[in-house]
């Protein structure tokens, strides 16, 4: 198993930046894939963006290509979501997760792991 925090959320500005970060511990990150969820008040789970275990391969969804980047270091047992051009739609607790299958990119049901989340606020 393992343990995921979140941190780097916080208030940004619409079209402002910020970088979320995931850290691992309890097994070798390399193992996992990851992925980035988030959640509004009132609304489901959403997908935002996956990494494969080496970081060769990437997902995002629809709604932030082009301005989201999935980024790992696993020397480092660390998960990174770089977030630019926010906008106030962007607003949710993003999640990170870990996937123990083989398959990629992992359907959201199949995420082993949660992390407990961190807040981003974008005003307008």
């Known amino acids: 198993q393992v343990q995921l925090v979140e941190s780097g959320g916080g208030l940004v500005q619409a079209g402002g930046s910020l970088k979320l970060s995931c850290a691992a511990s309890?097994?070798?990150?390399?193992?996992?894939?990851l992925g980035w969820f988030r959640q509004a008040p009132g609304k489901e789970r959403e997908f935002v963006a996956a990494?494969?275990?080496?970081?060769?391969?990437?997902v995002l969804a629809d709604s932030v290509k082009g301005r989201f980047t999935i980024s790992r270091d696993n020397a480092k047992n660390m998960m990174y979501l770089q977030m630019d051009s926010l906008k106030p739609e962007d607003t949710a607790v993003y999640y990170c997760?870990?996937?123990?299958?083989?398959?990629?990119?992992?359907?959201?049901?199949?995420?082993?792991?949660w992390g407990q989340g961190t807040q981003v606020t974008v005003s307008s």
């Open positions: 997760a870990a996937d123990e299958g083989v398959l990629f990119p992992a359907r959201s049901q199949n995420y082993d792991y």
């Open positions: 309890g097994r070798t990150v390399s193992i996992y894939h």
């Open positions: 990494i494969s275990r080496s970081g060769g391969s990437t």
